[in-house]
C-alpha cells in the first residue's frame, strides 16, 4: 500500500485568506487526484494531475503535481465559506486502485 | 447524467443484526468499488469490481461482509453480523475503464450505525 500523508490535518481560517495544504509520498504515482467531501455526502473530483510539475487551475483552487510525482499541493486564493469540506488526495497506480490520504479538514468563517 | 446511487442514506442497528447496502453506478462504468470512511479518516477499499468480477477484495473482511455485483450492474454489501466497530460511511464508487487514469466518481455514502 503507497501511503499518501496530508498536511495540516485541520484548518481553520477567515474568508478572504490564502492557503495551502499538502499531500506527500515516498511513492511515484502514475496519477494523483483531489477530491472535495462536505459532510453527509461523498468525495467529490476536483481535479487530476498525471504530468510530472503539472499545475491545473479551477476557479481560485490551484493543484500542482511534484515533478518527480510523489507529491501535490492544493492552493486556495481568497477562501470562501463555500470551501469548507474535507480535502482528499489519492494517488493512482498503474491498475485501477486508488489509495487515499486522511484528508485536510478546512473551515472558512465568515 | 445521473450520478452514483446509494440506499439506505442511514440505518441504525443492534450488533449482531444484518445489514445490506445497494449501489446503481454511473451508467457504462463497468468498475465499481466499495470503501469504508471511518470518521476523520480517508475512504478505504474493500472491494473493486470489474464488471461481475471482483477483482480485489483483499481488504474486505470475509467472516462477516460479503458483496456481489450480479449482470455487471448493480452491487450489494452484506454485513452479518454487525459489530460496533462497523459503524462508518459506506462509500460506493464508479469508474469507467476507458478513461486514461483511475478517476473515481462517490455516490452519497450509507451512515452505518451499529448500537
Known amino acids: 500500500t503507497q501511503l499518501l500523508e496530508q498536511s495540516p490535518q485541520f484548518l481553520s481560517i477567515q474568508e478572504g485568506e490564502n492557503l495551502t495544504v499538502y499531500c506527500n509520498s515516498s511513492?511515484?504515482?502514475?496519477?494523483l487526484q483531489w477530491y472535495r467531501q462536505e459532510p453527509g455526502e461523498g468525495p467529490v473530483l476536483l481535479v487530476t494531475?498525471?504530468?510530472?510539475?503539472e499545475v491545473k487551475k479551477l476557479k481560485r483552487l490551484t493543484f500542482q503535481f511534484g515533478d518527480a510525482r510523489k507529491d501535490s499541493s492544493l492552493h486556495i486564493t481568497a477562501a470562501q465559506p463555500g470551501d469548507t469540506g474535507l480535502y482528499l488526495c489519492?494517488?493512482?497506480?498503474?491498475?485501477?486502485?486508488?489509495?487515499f490520504g486522511k484528508g485536510t479538514s478546512l473551515l472558512v468563517t465568515p | 447524467e445521473a450520478g452514483v446511487v446509494q440506499s439506505p442514506r442511514y440505518k441504525i442497528i443492534e450488533k449482531k443484526q444484518p445489514v445490506a447496502f445497494w449501489c446503481n453506478p454511473i451508467?457504462?462504468?463497468?468498475?465499481l468499488y466499495w470503501y469504508r470512511q471511518n470518521l476523520g479518516q480517508g475512504p478505504e477499499l474493500l472491494i473493486r469490481?470489474?464488471?461481475?468480477?471482483?477483482?480485489?477484495d483483499s481488504q474486505l473482511p470475509k467472516d462477516r461482509f460479503s458483496a456481489e455485483r450480479l449482470k455487471g450492474v448493480d452491487s450489494t454489501l452484506k454485513i452479518q453480523p454487525a459489530e460496533l466497530g462497523d459503524s462508518a460511511v459506506y462509500l460506493c464508487?464508479?469508474?469507467?475503464?476507458?478513461?486514461?487514469?483511475?478517476?473515481?466518481?462517490f455516490g452519497p455514502g450509507t451512515r452505518l450505525t451499529v448500537l
Open positions: 489519492a494517488g493512482g497506480d498503474s491498475g485501477y486502485a486508488l489509495n
Open positions: 451508467s457504462g462504468h463497468n468498475t
Open positions: 469490481y470489474e464488471n461481475e468480477e471482483a477483482v480485489d
Open positions: 511513492s511515484v504515482f502514475s496519477s
Open positions: 494531475v498525471v504530468t510530472g510539475g
Open positions: 464508487a464508479s469508474g469507467s475503464r476507458t478513461r486514461v487514469v483511475n478517476e473515481q466518481f
